[in-house]
């Protein structure tokens, strides 16, 4: 006790009644923790003292700083209070010892660091991890000190200490930061030691200095953001352009991110194979740098109270009246600590912004690599719609975790301290407000749960949206055809109403969020002061602006504690939904050595099937199977056809013909060996690397030569053979451009002949040990299969290449040396030509008739020179018109210029409803009233208390403060519901309209237009307007009010301050429009390129088997991040653009303390320029509202039972695709008589679907007339001619539903009547195999196979009994057996009925009733067929001879 005494004289020990004692902070959180800190640093010195010299570092500039100048100045400043002591010693004071044991202590702790500094090993002192970690700790120990200091009236020793204390937070900050980049650096220098060693010392040092230079600069730029002023300079004067941007700093790369949270990924996954999360992956590939950030938010949110503190200590000298010093001093001291909080604010956001750029980046990368690598069967779980928001939708919300999980304790330690320092100024009445907090807690905790069960909905039904809408995209054109656009957009606004349904719930529980927590900071105050009067304590100032400085410090965290938690739950339920598809397993197959062999096997046991295999035998084989059993699905539910094939062997180097009823299984086979299926038994071996063509093929966005190169090296002698091979040298000699012609998506500028021989040349281009061809030869005419079977199939580029072909062409099956018979998933039959003749399933019966035929059509003099059999290939000008369409198609995306035009905010405030913008406005106003009179009364209540001229008691004050509290909630509550039914009525409005104006555009909109950019309208922009933008809108308006109620507050205390607005406002002026100039123009930009990143994904999610055959998912993948790059550098710019100007703002703001309205301007404008940002969204909704229309409206109204006859003509019409580019159909004129049956036919792009098109009025006519049964349908509804015919389009489709819905979505026929259409398109077997009429299609009908789809689409078109049907190419992925049986049947049941068949078969056209042939879109002749073949030099006769020679 004797010590005690003499450590602590007159003082107790711990605790004096209201806190810590001073003996008790000085001797525990003063000189406890600088001895630990000195023998922690001592220790390390002497454990490291006898180090490797090869681990020894040099000192940055930046290091330099921060272990010698600012410890140096720390150590200034204790001895100071040294010296402080000393001289109170003189002068005859008595200091109490433990004040002389801190004092000593700090400053040797200070000199103990500058000391080690000095020495060669201070990196292994300074940055080892405890002392590291015991910093952190030192730092909340030292609180309780800083907080006696400000409690006192003295304003040096407030300063002293508060710059002690920071000196001492920011070198813990620096130490640990700077340890993660130095063993980050140490990491990446570990590759380049070599050239390290082989650099010259005086160099190094040279090249050090020149580095430290420069890295002080660009720290200082970092610190200020002026990298911007060169992009700002240039957005007042001009439009930005990418060009324009800030460089992407090298962390920010796309790949390096992909690597980084790729290689976590991986780890996860082998650690928890059953559950891998990817949250935790996150938290291993940016948790350590995430979690040292929220270090500088523990310094930031510490530093916040120390203002409220500082206005105490203000107060108070001025009601002392003190000297004039200390006032100036504590003044100065307000504004500097704010200043320095501005700075530690900005950089907290800068370095958080960063990682959420790394996280999106990384995510994005590794959702588009899954969709590379994880089969078609795999990804069948998903919907291409959901898929779609992964990249949409679900990264933005996983990135927001960034903001949500550090605001998860940094807001409740804010609250805390609040309350703590609270405490110090009204004691034990703060408790009333903290009940109303606690009593909160549940309530919102409920509506949380309520709140993520809504969301989580939302997300399903958002999911569906999506992916209804890139289905409606996708086939846009054959809806119009159908007359299905209404049927179409009803789906989709009843999937959007189920959408909304949840978005309202959760916007309504938002409001009663925001209504709880914006009333809380009132009724807290509320209690507080009426606890603390009735408890007997008088309000002064000091207490009363000191607890309002510190209910404005808890209104933020409060406000933004429901947004938090929504933001957490949000990104929680999309890391689950990305996690479950990142789990999915890729593709199940393994190399062998050499790296061009490929085994896939459904188990380890599987290949001993393999072993037993002699290797030369492996060794002449491209493909083997063993007894290998194949799905789509591993779903019990969906396994309806398990695909086996026992022993089948592909031997190397031949043409095999794979050949089979539709449905067989031909695709298939094909798609095994690529791995695409699920391989539930047995194994499938290849050899030889492998290209391929789908069925329907797959044609890439951009140049016809970036679709034939596929990423390999150009090599033009062999480029041009390819070309003239395929047939496509003339093509491309009258495209625009040539080869470097653009290809709009989806190959949309060609014919469909065109693209297939496109995707042919894409295949023999790659010279690929296997090349697998799905079906190529039905796409185009007999002519053009000749030639592309004897110069591309059979021609010297494939000479020992093994090809495997699916088939049905006659020509093709003769000249194969191998034929594979397929039969219900199973290989039939195995052998050669000769053999196959003779085999049970020769069942082909035009083949003897092609024979003889052939025969008798044969000329005199037979044609045996290939240029003789070269096709007169001139394309007609709809190829020519639409390669000049794709010029236009990659032009740069339109985005408006300038500012927000005044016209966007009264369209959104249109579609909120102007009586809701009203009621909005007026509860703000009364709002900010209620709020501004409450605190007019509580400054009443205090001068009447401080003037001791009290008229009214105490508890009068009370309910006037309590009905000013009472009616603030409840407009609170108002304007929270009214705003949440206006943001919801605009959403609602928005999607209504947009929809709307893409139903009513013409074909060529959608043909101009790639599906992704829409598509970015339809997610993201509509994503933004739902749930972005009425929220920064919602602060936009508080800021504003809030902004006019203070300046009116203010006026009417002291009329000069309205001097004080003209030169603030002045500034903020042309602050704003110096900084809006430049933000508008990124946003525009942000928004611009998320738009090749949907493009791209869509069109990788249509092609990833294409692109796995052909190895090019690197090629794909680096393609896929110089997007996400060009996106990653406009959301840098904007955000290094958006920091520039907080700073700037925050540094007024600290400047002018004194004028609250500064702070208010500065969120006004930080509030308006984002909201403008968000209003870009709007802006580019806006853009399609003025889209062309399609004609709705005609003259003529039409009979039901139009058209009764089915009489056709056409009277010189005239076709063109643009106006400016040459006629597609030339001044055409023919008669289809009623119930004739006429057959179009012509060379690959001759203009034979231009008729179609001109019928249905797709493309609009520019000379001439066409009559249906006398009618003029130019003055018919356009969509009332549609619905009066009927077609089966030349791309088979089927949507995503029922199958009785694809038959027939009105519910018009019978269930009879569609099982009787399906018999006679002979698919009623696999129907019903199927699973009957209720089985779910899945998206684009990929439950059937291509030749089943088009028997469905015929059935429908019999179902549908018009007078009128077309039929484009519709048996040309049918077997010749089917296609004659077809053929029949729609000679005998469509009897009576106008048929007009486009067909490359002239089989099929042979019993027509009518021929007409077109070339270069001139009707060059018509007639019967009989009569035409018999003429040996017309163009039909000349078809014949092709089609069987």
Same mark, same amino acid.
């Given at each position: 006790?004797g010590?005690?005494?003499?450590i602590?004289?007159?003082s107790?020990?711990v605790?004096d009644?209201?806190?810590?004692s001073?003996?008790f902070e =000085?001797m525990?959180f003063?000189?406890?923790v600088?001895?630990?800190?000195i ?5 390390l010195?002497l ?11 040099r000192?940055?500039i930046?290091?330099?700083?921060f272990?010698l100048?600012?410890p140096?100045l720390a ?13 109170a010693?003189?002068?005859?004071h008595t200091?109490v010892h ?5 004092r000593w202590?700090?400053?040797m702790?200070?000199?103990t660091?500058l000391l ?7 990196s ?7 002392l590291c ?6 730092s909340?120990l030292?609180?309780?000190?800083l907080?006696?200091?400000f409690?006192?009236?003295?304003a040096?020793?407030?300063i002293k200490e ?7 937070v ?6 640990n930061?700077?340890?993660?980049i130095?063993g980050s +650096? ?7 030691l070599e050239?390290?060693?082989l ?11 020149r580095?430290s230079d420069?890295?002080?600069?660009s720290?200082?730029?970092l610190?200020t953001?002026?990298s911007?002023?060169s992009?700002?300079d ?6 930005l352009?990418f060009?324009d941007?800030?460089q992407?700093?090298?962390e920010l ?7 980084t949270?790729?290689?976590?990924w991986a780890?996860?996954?082998t ?8 949250f935790?992956?996150?938290?291993y590939?940016?948790?350590w740098p995430?979690m040292?950030l929220g270090l500088?938010?523990v310094?930031n949110d510490l ?11 203000l107060?108070?000298?001025l009601?002392q009246g ?6 100036y001093?504590?003044a100065?001291? /307000?504004?500097?600590t ?18 959420k750029l790394? !996280?999106?980046s990384?995510i ?6 899954k969709c590379?690598?994880?089969s ?7 919907s291409e719609?959901?898929?779609q928001?992964?990249m ?7 990135v927001n ?13 804010q ?5 703590y320092? /609270? ?6 009445a703060?408790?009333?407000g903290? +009940?109303?907090?606690i009593l909160?807690?549940?309530?919102n905790?409920?509506i949380s749960t309520?709140?993520?069960?809504a969301?989580e ?5 958002k ?5 209804r809408a890139g289905?409606f995209?996708?086939y846009i054109r054959?809806?119009k055809m159908?007359?299905?656009?209404l049927?179409?957009a009803?789906?989709l606004i009843e999937?959007r109403?189920s959408e909304v349904?949840?978005?309202? +719930?959760?916007k309504? /529980?938002?409001a009663?969020c925001?209504f709880?927590w914006a009333?809380t900071?009132?009724?807290f105050s509320l209690?507080t002061f ?8 008088p309000?002064?100032?000091a ?7 510190l209910?404005?410090?808890?209104i933020s965290p409060l406000n ?7 933001g957490l739950?949000d990104a929680?339920i999309?890391?689950r939904?990305?996690s479950r ?6 593709l =199940? ?6 790296s061009d062999e490929?085994?896939h096997?459904?188990d380890?046991?599987?290949s001993c ?7 030369a035998?492996?060794?002449?084989? @491209?493909?083997?199977?063993?007894d290998?059993h194949?799905v789509w699905?591993n779903?019990s ?8 094939w026992?022993t089948?062997?592909?031997?190397k180097?031949?043409?095999?013909a794979?050949?089979?009823e ?14 695409e ?6 194994s499938?071996y290849s ?9 329907v093929?797959?044609i890439?966005s ?5 679709n034939i190169l596929?990423?390999k090296?150009y090599?033009?002698k062999?480029?041009?053979d390819?070309?003239?091979a395929c @047939?496509l040298?003339?093509?491309i000699?009258l495209m625009?451009?040539g080869?470097?012609s653009?290809i709009g998506?989806?190959?949309l ?6 693209r297939a021989r496109?995707a042919l040349?894409?295949a023999?281009?790659?010279?690929a040990d296997?090349c697998?061809?799905?079906?190529? !030869?039905?796409a185009v005419d007999?002519?053009?299969a000749r ?9 010297h580029l494939m000479?020992?290449k093994?090809q495997?072909?699916c088939t ?6 003769s000249?194969?040396d191998m034929i ?9 039959w195995t ?15 035009s ?6 035929s052939?025969?008798s059509?044969?000329?005199k003099n037979?044609?045996?020179?290939s ?17 000049e369409?794709?010029? $236009?198609?990659? $032009?740069i995306e339109?985005?408006?210029?300038g500012t927000?035009e005044?016209g966007?905010y009264?369209s959104y @405030?249109?579609f909120?409803s102007?009586?809701?913008?009203i009621?909005?406005?007026?509860s703000?106003?009364?709002m900010?009233?209620?709020r501004?009179g =409450?605190d007019?009364?509580?400054s009443y209540w205090?001068d009447s ?8 008691s105490?508890?009068f004050y009370?309910?006037i ?6 009616a ?5 509550l108002?304007?929270a519901?009214?705003f949440a ?6 959403a609602?409005?928005?999607?209504t309209?947009?929809?709307?104006k893409?139903i009513? *555009?013409?074909v060529?909109f959608?043909?101009q ?6 598509l ?9 307007i739902d749930d972005?933008?009425?929220f920064?809108?919602?602060?936009l308006?508080?800021?504003f009010?809030s902004?006019?109620g ?8 002291q ?6 607005l003209?030169?603030f406002g002045?500034i903020y002026?042309?602050?704003?429009f110096y ?6 123009e990124?946003r525009?930009?942000?928004?611009v390129?998320r ?6 994904f869509? $069109? ?9 055959a ?7 993948f680096?393609?896929?991040t110089?997007h996400i790059?060009?996106?990653q550098?406009t ?16 540094v007024?703001?600290a400047l002018?303390?004194a004028?609250p309205?500064?702070?208010?301007m500065s969120n006004f404008?930080?509030s ?6 968000e209003m870009v ?6 853009q ?5 229309q399609?004609?709705l409206?005609g003259?003529?109204s039409?009979h039901?039972?139009?058209p009764t ?5 056409f009277e010189?019409v005239?076709l063109?695709?643009?106006p ?7 001044d055409?004129?023919f008669?289809?008589?009623?119930g ?7 060379? +690959?792009? *001759?203009?034979?679907s231009s008729?179609?098109n ?14 249906v049964d006398?009618?003029?349908?130019a003055?018919?509804a356009?969509?009332?001619?549609r619905s009066?015919l009927?077609?089966v389009?030349?791309?088979p489709?089927?949507?995503d539903?029922?199958l009785?819905?694809n ?6 026929? #019978? ?9 006679k398109?002979?698919?009623k077997e696999e ?13 684009a009908?990929?439950?059937?196979s291509v030749g089943q789809?088009?028997l469905i689409c015929l059935a429908?078109?019999?179902?549908k009994s018009?007078?009128?049907l077309c039929?484009d ?14 053929q029949n049947?729609?000679s ?8 007009i068949?486009?067909?490359h078969?002239? #089989? ?5 009733? =009518?021929?007409m042939?077109l070339?270069h879109g001139?009707?060059v002749?018509?007639g019967?067929?009989?009569v035409l073949?018999?003429n040996?030099?017309?163009?039909f ?9």
């Amino acid at each position: 006790m004797g010590f005690l005494n003499f450590i602590c004289p007159n003082s107790p020990t711990v605790w004096d009644g209201n806190s810590f004692s001073k003996c008790f902070e =000085n001797m525990v959180f003063g000189f406890g923790v600088n001895v630990v800190t000195i023998v922690m640093i001592v220790t390390l010195g002497l454990q490291n003292k006898n180090v490797r010299r090869n681990q020894i570092s040099r000192m940055h500039i930046l290091e330099k700083v921060f272990l010698l100048f600012l410890p140096a100045l720390a150590a200034c400043l204790s001895f100071y209070d040294i010296f402080y002591l000393l001289k109170a010693v003189l002068q005859g004071h008595t200091i109490v010892h433990h004040e002389w044991f801190f004092r000593w202590s700090q400053f040797m702790s200070w000199m103990t660091i500058l000391l080690f500094s000095k020495c060669e090993y201070w990196s292994l002192i300074f940055f080892n991890r405890v002392l590291c970690f015991w910093w952190i700790a030192k730092s909340f120990l030292e609180i309780p000190r800083l907080q006696t200091s400000f409690l006192s009236l003295e304003a040096i020793r407030c300063i002293k200490e508060s710059c002690s204390f920071v000196a001492g937070v920011t070198f813990g900050v620096f130490i640990n930061v700077a340890r993660i980049i130095r063993g980050s +650096t140490e990491k990446r220098k570990l590759g380049s030691l070599e050239d390290a060693l082989l650099s010259d010392g005086k160099d190094l040092e040279e090249n050090h200095i020149r580095d430290s230079d420069r890295t002080v600069h660009s720290y200082w730029h970092l610190l200020t953001f002026k990298s911007i002023n060169s992009v700002m300079d240039l957005g007042v004067t001009k439009q930005l352009d990418f060009e324009d941007l800030i460089q992407l700093p090298h962390e920010l790369n796309p790949s390096h991110c992909h690597s980084t949270l790729l290689r976590c990924w991986a780890a996860e996954e082998t650690k928890y194979c059953t559950d891998p999360s990817l949250f935790r992956a996150i938290c291993y590939a940016y948790g350590w740098p995430y979690m040292f950030l929220g270090l500088l938010k523990v310094l930031n949110d510490l530093i916040s109270f120390v203002g409220p503190l500082l206005l105490n200590a203000l107060i108070r000298f001025l009601q002392q009246g003190s000297g004039h010093f200390d006032g100036y001093l504590l003044a100065i001291s /307000l504004g500097l600590t704010s200043t320095f909080k501005s700075f530690l604010d900005t950089q907290y956001s800068f370095h958080l912004a960063k990682i959420k750029l790394k !996280l999106r980046s990384s995510i994005m990368t590794v959702v588009y690599r899954k969709c590379l690598y994880v089969s078609l069967a795999n990804r069948s779980k998903f919907s291409e719609g959901e898929v779609q928001t992964f990249m949409s939708i679900d990264a933005d919300r996983t990135v927001n975790l960034c903001n949500s999980f550090h605001d998860m304790w940094s807001l409740p330690l804010q609250i805390v301290v609040a309350l703590y320092l /609270l405490y110090t100024q009204v004691k034990f009445a703060f408790l009333a407000g903290l +009940t109303i907090t606690i009593l909160l807690i549940p309530v919102n905790k409920w509506i949380s749960t309520l709140i993520a069960s809504a969301t989580e909905k939302m997300m399903k039904q958002k999911d569906e949206r999506i992916k209804r809408a890139g289905e409606f995209l996708t086939y846009i054109r054959t809806l119009k055809m159908y007359s299905w656009e209404l049927l179409f957009a009803n789906r989709l606004i009843e999937t959007r109403a189920s959408e909304v349904k949840h978005l309202s +719930t959760r916007k309504y /529980l938002d409001a009663w969020c925001v209504f709880f927590w914006a009333t809380t900071p009132t009724l807290f105050s509320l209690s507080t002061f009426g606890l603390f009067t009735l408890m007997g304590h008088p309000l002064d100032a000091a207490t009363v602006f000191t607890c309002v400085a510190l209910f404005n410090t808890l209104i933020s965290p409060l406000n933004a504690f429901p947004w938090v938690i929504n933001g957490l739950i949000d990104a929680i339920i999309s890391t689950r939904r990305l996690s479950r598809f990142l789990s999915c397993s890729e593709l =199940n197959s393994q190399m062998l050595p050499p790296s061009d062999e490929l085994l896939h096997e459904a188990d380890p046991s599987s290949s001993c099937l393999l072993k037993g295999q002699d290797e030369a035998f492996l060794e002449n084989m @491209a493909v083997v199977f063993r007894d290998a059993h194949c799905v789509w699905s591993n779903n019990s539910e969906e396994q309806s056809t398990v695909f086996k094939w026992k022993t089948l062997d592909l031997p190397k180097g031949i043409l095999i013909a794979v050949v089979g009823e539709v449905g067989s299984g031909k695709s298939s086979l094909l798609n095994s060996i690529l791995g695409e299926m699920l391989l539930v038994h047995g194994s499938i071996y290849s050899r030889g690397s492998i290209a391929y063509v789908s069925q329907v093929p797959w044609i890439l966005s951009g140049t016809i030569r970036d679709n034939i190169l596929f990423g390999k090296d150009y090599d033009a002698k062999r480029y041009a053979d390819v070309l003239q091979a395929c @047939a496509l040298d003339v093509d491309i000699s009258l495209m625009v451009g040539g080869d470097l012609s653009y290809i709009g998506e989806k190959g949309l500028n060609l014919s469909g002949g065109q693209r297939a021989r496109l995707a042919l040349a894409r295949a023999i281009y790659h010279g690929a040990d296997v090349c697998m061809l799905d079906d190529v !030869l039905s796409a185009v005419d007999a002519q053009v299969a000749r030639w592309i079977l004897r110069n591309a199939i059979l021609g010297h580029l494939m000479d020992q290449k093994t090809q495997i072909l699916c088939t049905h062409n006659v020509q093709a099956i003769s000249s194969a040396d191998m034929i594979v018979v397929m039969d219900r998933g199973h290989v039939k039959w195995t052998g050669s030509f000769a053999d196959f003749s003779e085999s049970p399933y020769a069942t082909i019966p035009s083949m003897e008739d092609s024979k003889i035929s052939s025969q008798s059509l044969r000329p005199k003099n037979s044609i045996n020179s290939s240029s003789e059999l070269r096709p007169n290939l001139i394309p007609e000008e709809d190829c020519i018109t639409l390669s000049e369409e794709a010029q $236009e198609a990659i $032009e740069i995306e339109l985005r408006k210029e300038g500012t927000v035009e005044l016209g966007v905010y009264k369209s959104y @405030a249109t579609f909120s409803s102007w009586k809701i913008v009203i009621v909005i406005s007026l509860s703000a106003i009364l709002m900010q009233a209620s709020r501004n009179g =409450n605190d007019l009364w509580l400054s009443y209540w205090v001068d009447s208390t401080g003037s001791h001229r009290t008229m009214y008691s105490t508890g009068f004050y009370l309910v006037i403060l309590c009905i000013f509290s009472v009616a603030n909630s409840l407009i609170t509550l108002a304007r929270a519901f009214s705003f949440a039914f206006g943001g919801l009525r605009a959403a609602v409005q928005v999607h209504t309209k947009l929809l709307n104006k893409l139903i009513n *555009a013409p074909v060529i909109f959608f043909d101009q237009n790639p599906s992704g950019r829409i598509l970015n309208r339809l997610s993201s922009d509509l994503y933004t307007i739902d749930d972005s933008l009425p929220f920064i809108l919602n602060i936009l308006l508080a800021n504003f009010f809030s902004l006019v109620g203070i300046a009116i507050v203010l006026s009417y205390a002291q009329i000069l301050f309205l001097l004080l607005l003209l030169p603030f406002g002045y500034i903020y002026k042309k602050l704003q429009f110096y900084y809006r100039s430049t933000s508008r123009e990124l946003r525009r930009l942000d928004s611009v390129s998320r738009s090749p990143i949907y493009a791209s994904f869509t $069109e990788t999610l249509d092609g990833s088997s294409t692109i796995r055959a052909f190895n090019a998912k690197e090629y794909f993948f680096t393609r896929f991040t110089e997007h996400i790059a060009l996106y990653q550098q406009t959301s840098y710019s904007e955000i290094i653009a958006s920091l520039w100007l907080s700073l700037r703002l925050q540094v007024g703001l600290a400047l002018s303390y004194a004028s609250p309205i500064v702070s208010l301007m500065s969120n006004f404008l930080t509030s308006y320029t984002e909201t403008e940002k968000e209003m870009v969204s709007i802006e580019r909704v806006l853009q399609y509202m003025d889209i062309p229309q399609e004609e709705l409206c005609g003259c003529n109204s039409l009979h039901p039972d139009w058209p009764t006859q089915g009489y056709i003509k056409f009277e010189h019409v005239t076709l063109r695709y643009r106006p400016s580019l040459p006629a597609a159909l030339h001044d055409v004129s023919f008669n289809i008589a009623a119930g004739m049956q006429v057959g179009i036919v012509g060379r +690959t792009g *001759a203009g034979k679907s231009s008729v179609i098109n001109a019928l249905f009025r797709l493309t609009p006519i520019c000379g001439g007339q066409i009559l249906v049964d006398g009618v003029n349908i130019a003055d018919v509804a356009v969509r009332d001619l549609r619905s009066h015919l009927s077609v089966v389009p030349q791309s088979p489709f089927l949507f995503d539903g029922p199958l009785r819905d694809n038959l027939d979505p009105f519910g018009e026929k #019978s269930d009879i009547k569609i099982w009787e259409a399906l018999e006679k398109c002979h698919v009623k077997e696999e129907v019903e195999a199927a699973g009957g009429l209720d089985i779910h299609v899945k998206e684009a009908g990929i439950s059937f196979s291509v030749g089943q789809r088009q028997l469905i689409c015929l059935a429908r078109a019999l179902l549908k009994s018009s007078k009128i049907l077309c039929l484009d190419e519709c048996t040309a992925n049918v077997d010749t057996r089917t296609a004659s049986i077809l053929q029949n049947t729609i000679s005998s049941e469509c009897k009576g009925m106008t048929v007009i068949t486009i067909a490359h078969r002239i #089989s099929v056209v042979m019993k027509m009733d =009518n021929v007409m042939v077109l070339d270069h879109g001139i009707l060059v002749e018509q007639g019967r067929p009989e009569v035409l073949l018999q003429n040996e030099f017309s163009r039909f006769s000349s078809f014949a001879k092709a089609s069987t020679m």
